[in-house]
Structure formats: C-alpha cells, structure tokens
C-alpha cells in the first residue's frame, strides 16, 4: 500500500477539466513539497509540478497544482487525448526519510 | 542538453547481482542529486534511494538497506545502482532520475528492464 493515497481512475470528455487528488499526512505531504508527474505508456515519468505549483519550462498552464493541509491536488484544463496517462504526486516523508509516491491515477479522456 | 542514458536490459537468475549504469551529460554532474525509482510491471513509482555526485553522500530506501549501493564517477559522469541478492520481486524497470531538491527530478533516464528468473 503507498504511503499517499490517490484515486485509481478517473475519466473526463476532451475539452472539460479534471483534478486528481493526493492525500497523505502531516510527515510528508503535511510538511513537505509536492510533485506530480506524468507517465505515458512506456515511457519514463515527466515532471509536471514541482514545489506543489512550479511549472517547469515547457509545461502548459494547461496543468495546475495545489496542496492544503495534508493533501494535494492536480488539476488539468482543456483536457486532450495525449493527455491519457498515468499520474503520480511525491514528496518527502520525514517520518521514513525516504522520498514516498502515491499509487498513481490512470487517466483516461473519453 | 541534459541526457541521462542508462546502460542496457539484463537477465539475471536469483541470488545474484546487477549493476546499471546512468550517463549523464548536458550540466554540472556534481551540481545536482541523482534519484533512483523502480517501476515493477504494471505497478507504481518505488523510490529506491538518492546519491549526491558531490560528496557520495547516500539514502537508501529502507526496504533496500543492505542490498542496494549507489556510487558515482565524476570522471565520466556517470552514477551506477547496484543490488545483490536478487529476488523474483526485483524484476522492474529501474529508472535514474536527476534530482534538483524537494525530490522532484526534471530529467530521467530510459528506464532499464531488470528480469530476475530462473
């Protein structure tokens, strides 16, 4: 079982927003930085957000990050096929000290 | 620009070790942390544990401790994982990912297919 916790599926026509959750506690997500990442079949992962809202270069608005308490949220607008990935957020878990993932969202857009 | 290319596939029986490779190109190696993440076959991100080229500080994952090494060479730029005593549950794709703090890592490697089997 992963240590952050996000929805398995989740599912949205083309052109509408969807947001993935990602819930932990107060030793990771509760005091530490929020990353998300994308990873489309077969491929190695790829930052989205880091710092629990930076973009880095080359990501679209398109893809948003938020953290409140012990949870984090991505958001994503004007959602396209090549959109259809996996979804991981991160952080730091000070409890464990180790870096901890949450199970990952299988984004699909219908 | 920045390029971590991992060395290639291996087939190794249980019991035994392996060894990967993770050239880095494009930046200042000893400038930033190299992570290293495993994926098990339709499975999520394992974080296996971090180095930094700059001092060979390390921090392993606790369920590695004792199996795992990871050093690096400044000389080539190049960081290398090593396990031992490899288990059937070993069997993953063994990502290197370049970590710039806060454990995000913008740039990562291939990916390297590790296949523990008798």
């Known amino acids: 079982q992963s240590v952050l916790t996000q929805p398995p599926s989740v599912s949205a026509a083309p052109g509408q927003k969807v947001t993935i959750s990602c819930s932990g506690s107060t030793s990771n997500i509760g005091n530490n930085f929020v990353s998300w990442y994308q990873q489309l079949p077969g491929t190695a992962p790829k930052l989205l957000i880091y710092e629990n809202y930076k973009r880095p270069s080359g990501i679209p608005d398109r893809f948003s990050g938020s953290k409140s308490g012990t949870s984090a949220t991505l958001g994503i607008t004007g959602l396209q096929t090549g959109d259809e990935a996996d979804y991981y957020c991160g952080t730091w878990d000070s409890s464990l000290s180790a870096a901890v993932f949450g199970g990952g969202t299988q984004l699909t857009v219908l | 620009q920045v390029q971590l290319v991992q060395s290639g596939a291996e087939v190794k029986k249980p019991g035994a070790s392996v060894k990967v490779s993770c050239k880095a190109s494009g930046y200042t190696f000893t400038s930033y942390g190299i992570s290293w993440v495993r994926q098990a076959p339709g499975q999520g991100l394992e974080w296996m544990g971090w180095?930094?080229?700059?001092?060979?500080?390390?921090n392993y994952a606790q369920n590695l401790q004792g199996r795992v090494t990871m050093t690096t060479d400044t000389s080539t730029t190049t960081a290398y994982m090593e396990v031992r005593s490899l288990r059937s549950d070993d069997t993953a794709v063994y990502y290197c990912?370049?970590?710039?703090?806060?454990?995000?890592?913008?740039?990562w490697g291939q990916g390297t297919l590790v296949t523990v089997s008798s």
């Open positions: 990912a370049r970590d710039f703090g806060s454990t995000s890592c913008d740039y």
């Open positions: 180095i930094n080229p700059d001092n060979d500080y390390t």
